[in-house]
């Protein structure tokens, strides 16, 4: 490996730490209370080195964001093939809950802090907001529009909007319980137990009953 690739490298492999530690700093104590000092404290760098590769704070929280959605995003494209939207939603229930506990600290940033700046298409924070191929909840609507079609779901059930909201509520909840309860007198089942039960009930609960 000649100097420039090591360059190369060594410049990758920093941007790297910058990413992680800001994740972290961002997920346990918020946006605002985070500086580029203090990143720059948990990966024992200078300040400088991160403005090299960050112009500030609020450009590294959108390169985040824009990873963390992406990388959801992409595990729920590979559902797409599944032709039955029934079926669909129950994998996209099971994805969404894992993706949460093999990374929480992506999570706790996305969906337990508040979004200190707007996250809307053309922002470099999602890359096209409304496109089942790049945004999760349109994704989630999609399959829930598709099961409506297809004659699934209970026919009273004409709020799509509402529909798909409560749905992601429902395995946002248990996810976000996974992540934080970790004391004695919570004793769950295991997660995916607790998962397949949750799902059970929701599928139950929306699906049309046969004659």
């Not at 997920?27 to 720059?40: C, F, L, P």
């Not at 559902?79 to 996209?92: C, F, G, K, V």
Request: hydrophobic content about 40%; proline content about 6%.
């Amino acid at each position: 490996m000649g100097p420039r690739d090591r360059r190369e490298r060594d410049r990758a492999e920093l941007r790297e730490k910058i990413l992680t530690a800001a994740r972290e700093l961002f997920a346990e104590h918020g946006y605002e209370d985070v500086s580029m000092r203090k990143i720059a404290d948990r990966i024992e760098y200078s300040p400088t080195s991160i403005y090299l590769h960050f112009a500030d704070k609020e450009a590294l929280f959108r390169e985040l964001v824009y990873g963390d959605y992406l990388m959801l995003s992409k595990e729920f494209a590979v559902m797409a093939s599944t032709q039955n939207p029934a079926e669909r939603l129950l994998q996209i229930g099971e994805a969404y809950v894992q993706f949460g506990a093999t990374h929480p600290f992506h999570y706790r940033m996305m969906f337990m802090n508040p979004p200190p700046i707007k996250r809307h298409c053309g922002d470099g924070a999602i890359p096209a907001k409304g496109l089942p191929d790049w945004d999760a909840y349109a994704f989630l609507k999609w399959t829930v529009t598709e099961a409506a079609q297809a004659g699934f779901l209970r026919p009273d059930l004409t709020d799509l909007d509402l529909l798909s909201q409560t749905l992601w509520a429902a395995v946002h909840g248990i996810t976000a319980l996974e992540i934080t309860m970790h004391n004695e007198e919570w004793q769950p089942r295991p997660l995916q137990q607790r998962t397949h039960a949750m799902l059970d009930a929701l599928m139950n609960g929306i699906t049309r009953k046969g004659d």
